[in-house]
């Protein structure tokens, strides 16, 4: 028994030392004391002194840096580096842009809760509010969606001149330049605005403001370049384009076949250095009615007019539409969502170098210029488009839900039809916060590689699933296209979000936890960059810091994972109110598992993890859940903690921790180096899997949260258009929604009295009128019916066409002369 109290006393000591990342020097303070103490006091001489000895050989030649240099980490130096894969150019370029934010504390195993809960509340200003209830309220109010899709295929000429006029396209180009000089959660507001209503006209506005001539210009372009374009941009004199992709290079940008050659020619008498240049491009956004064109290409300098090399690489240049050659102008058509796309291609176009962004001093240095640009607008233009869109579907399913009726009853009575609302609802307020949280890093001046990343991905899936749901809920209302129908071109369009700005499947598989491990890794990198160090003993100090440091941590999540799964999460570090006190613990418990897992397979794996596209995927999942976690979390506390809105972020959390549970069991149940998978599980889940989805009552509250008007529902619907104007049918459903509810009481009695047989009419109205007259229910309730009903009319119908109208004008003009010649 002593002997046992003695060992577990040391265990003890060392857990808890490892728990809270003591020093190796505290470390064994702590243990070699609590031995002695321990072992005396129990009357174990012989196990005190065995285990002394242990924890002396460990800790001797660990706490001699010299000795632990030279035996232990040179070796492992030499090891090291034969096994680190070398990264290509375009790796490193993407693992250098970008900055860590929070996502690096949730990487770490430990999250320091303060470092996220001490980040200001995001907040618009007052000039910036002015623009979202003036203009954008204005723009809103002239789009109509069917008009847009269907019959024009663009938007009207009216409002185009007024995204110009307002400089809709200058968000992002500061004021000195001409431009509105909006903060990151401006432009991700006005983005949602307009998406809430066409997402067409989002597209129109997100493009300009998003990675493209304007961005690259703030941040390359010379002064001549910036003092000309960027005012003309700015008033949308002006239209951007950016051209990257082409037929053979899509996800796989930097294998652009689209070439230049330095050369020289003659132009207006004078011999000018310049390029040749071949490219075919295509799904290029805005081409169609640009006025310049951003053009990515491969430079070569075969005749060394530039410098010494050959292959410069990537570059990147502004060609002016009127460039001769640049052959502009016809349209892609995607998925009905009829934004300005087209193609762009050029064959022995010849560009004077001064169109190169940065002049030739930039040549061949394109990539780095996109990559470390990539990150702001990923994190702003689909995000903020996604959650315009499932704002709306709130607001629309939510009203919807509750006006129509079958077997007697609001469909949103029925559980099946609640399960699809509590989806909406959840995955609506998670969206949100991820978004906010992405803008506000923006704003922090961060550049957020990988939150952008999650952001993307996440925002634009649970875009596609909320769509997929409305849909579902409005059944045939939401399937026969035409104005009527506020519905059916979100859902059509959900491809286009999740295949453009890196494609939903790549941007899970290798970019979130791929760029994430390395970046937000606190070793990893630095044990990389030390192999990098010219000098030897410098490059050995480095790599050792990083090296004991990284063991260290491995420790401590095995430790902190094992002992947060046997306690269910119930200890540890906390914040917030009594209410989330127990969601920071679980994301503690988490975040040591993904530390845990992601440096073992890192580990056992090395360079082939990269290969490992399905373990990979899945822990860039847990890291994206954590990471919309914390969001939601620093949301309600910037909201001031309301009360009413805990269904939403009690359904979100739980489907978060379920996701990351599933996740985390899916990547170590497929680990290929099976005893490697049996320790992971037996530290990662010791008592099995125990998270369960939010629970059927926590989502009968979400839906009756976005079923009835209410102050979770309209943070909900915040920045959503919801003026009730006549091109707004959701608005005016949501006008209406009070008076549906002030109805149901009403309709149940009459109701009760229509199945008990009390009324002779066969028709609503006459039927309404007996219930009146033999006091069922009062006049001003038979006149609340009757308005309801007649509101709701509209709402449930659906448009019908003349088959013409539904005929393309070539249709047309083919049936005419076949009618013609008969
Ligand atoms: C409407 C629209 C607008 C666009 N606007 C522009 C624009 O303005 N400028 C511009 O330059 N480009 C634009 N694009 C191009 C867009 O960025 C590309 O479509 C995108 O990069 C994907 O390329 P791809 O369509 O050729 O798909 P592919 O690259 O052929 O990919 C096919 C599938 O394979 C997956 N995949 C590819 N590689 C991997 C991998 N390593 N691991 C896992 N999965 C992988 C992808 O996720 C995708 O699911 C636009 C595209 C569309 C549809």
């Known amino acids: 028994m002593s002997v046992l109290l003695t060992v577990l006393a040391a265990l003890i000591a060392t857990g808890a030392s490892a728990y809270h990342r003591s020093s190796l020097r505290t470390w064994a ?68 842009a970008g900055t860590v934010g929070f996502e690096g504390e949730l990487f770490s195993g430990k999250p320091d809760w303060h470092e996220l809960l001490k980040q200001p509340r995001p907040e618009l200003s007052v000039e910036e509010k002015a623009f979202l209830d003036g203009p954008v309220e204005q723009l809103c109010g002239m789009l109509d969606d069917w008009q847009i899709t269907h019959e024009l295929a663009d938007l009207p000429p009216e409002v185009w001149d007024f995204i110009k006029k307002h400089k809709f396209f200058g968000m992002i180009i500061p004021k000195q330049y001409g431009g509105l000089g909006f903060s990151a959660l401006a432009h991700s507001a006005v983005l949602q ?16 403001n998003s990675l493209g001539p304007a961005e690259l210009l703030l941040h390359y372009g010379s002064d001549e370049q910036k003092n000309y374009y960027l005012p003309r941009l700015a008033l949308g004199e002006e239209i951007p384009c950016f051209a990257l992709t082409g037929p053979y290079a899509g996800s796989d940008a930097t294998s652009i076949p689209d070439y230049g050659v330095v050369c020289k020619q003659v132009v207006d008498g004078v011999e000018t250095l310049g390029m040749r240049l071949n490219f075919d491009k295509r799904y290029i956004t805005l081409a169609p009615v640009a006025t310049v064109v951003g053009l990515a290409f491969r430079l070569y300098d075969p005749d060394h007019l530039l410098g010494d090399k050959d292959d410069l690489g990537i570059t990147l240049a502004l060609l002016p539409r009127s460039t001769p050659g640049l052959e502009i102008g016809r349209r892609h058509f995607p998925l009905n969502v009829p934004f300005q796309n087209g193609p762009v291609r050029g064959k022995d176009v010849f560009a004077p170098m001064s169109t190169l962004i940065g002049g030739p001093h930039m040549a061949g240095h394109g990539w780095r210029m996109l990559v470390e640009c990539l990150s702001v607008g990923r994190a702003i233009s689909l995000p903020s488009n996604a959650t315009g869109g499932v704002r709306m579907a709130v607001a629309g399913t939510g009203a919807y839900a509750r006006m129509r009726k079958q077997f007697g009853l609001a469909v949103a009575r029925f559980e099946g039809v609640e399960e699809a609302l509590a989806r909406i609802g959840g995955l609506t307020y998670a969206t949100a916060a991820l978004s906010r949280a992405t803008a506000a890093a923006v704003d922090r001046g961060e550049k957020p590689a990988v939150p952008s990343a999650i952001a993307k991905y996440h925002a634009t899936e649970w875009g596609r699933a909320v769509a997929g749901d409305a849909m579902d809920v409005h059944g045939g209302k939401a399937v026969q296209l035409g104005p009527k129908n506020y519905a059916g071109r979100a859902w059509q369009g959900v491809p286009i979000a999740i295949t453009v700005e890196g494609a939903n499947i790549m941007t899970r598989s290798l970019m979130i936890f791929g760029q994430g491990a390395i970046r937000c890794h606190p070793y990893v990198l630095k044990e990389m960059q030390a192999l990098s160090i010219e000098d030897y003993s410098e490059r050995l100090k480095a790599f050792d810091r990083a090296l004991f440091g990284h063991l260290g941590f491995g420790v401590s999540n095995a430790v902190r994972s094992l002992a947060l799964g046997i306690t269910g999460a119930r200890i540890g570090d906390s914040a917030g109110d009594a209410y989330v006190r127990r969601y920071y613990r679980k994301l503690n418990r988490y975040s040591s598992a993904l530390a845990l897992c992601a440096d073992t397979f890192m580990g056992v794996l090395g360079g082939k993890l990269k290969f490992k596209e399905k373990l990979s995927a899945r822990l860039g999942d847990v890291l994206s859940y954590l990471y919309i976690a914390s969001a939601m979390l620093k949301r309600y506390e910037d909201t001031g903690r309301p009360e009413a809105d805990r269904p939403l972020l009690a359904w979100a959390f739980h ?117 009146m007259r033999s006091g069922v229910i009062d006049s001003s309730e038979a006149a609340l019916l009757r308005r309801v009903r007649e509101g709701v009319f509209e709402f449930i119908s659906v448009d019908d066409f003349d088959p013409a109208e539904l005929q393309s004008a070539v249709t047309r003009k083919h049936a005419k002369k076949l009618a013609d010649a008969a």
């Open 193 to 208: 605005k307009l998406a809430s209503m066409s997402a067409t006209a989002a597209s129109t506005v997100a493009v300009p």
């Open 655 to 771: 489907e978060c921790m379920w996701r990351t549970q599933m996740a985390l069991d899916g990547a170590i149940r497929n680990f290929p180096v099976r005893p490697v998978s049996w320790l992971l599980r037996a530290l990662v889940f010791p008592f099995g899997r125990r998270e369960v989805p939010p629970s059927d009552r926590l989502g009968r509250r979400v839906a009756a949260i976005i079923t009835a008007p209410g102050e979770a529902r309209d943070r909900l619907l915040e920045w959503a258009y919801l003026t009730p104007t006549s091109n707004n049918t959701v608005g005016r459903m949501n006008e209406l929604l009070p008076d549906v509810i002030a109805a149901e009481p009403v309709e149940r009695k009459f109701l009760k009295a229509q199945k008990a047989g009390q009324f002779k009419s066969h028709d609503y109205l006459g039927q309404l009128d007996e219930a």
């Open 29 to 96: 303070i702590a243990t070699i004391v609590t031995t002695l103490a321990v072992g005396v006091l129990a009357r174990a001489p012989i196990t005190t002194v065995i285990l002394l000895m242990i924890e002396v050989l460990i800790a001797v030649p660990l706490l001699n840096l010299a000795f632990r240099r030279k035996q232990i980490s040179a070796p492992l130096l030499k090891v090291f580096a034969k096994v680190t894969p070398k990264l290509s150019d375009t790796e490193q370029t993407a693992l250098e």
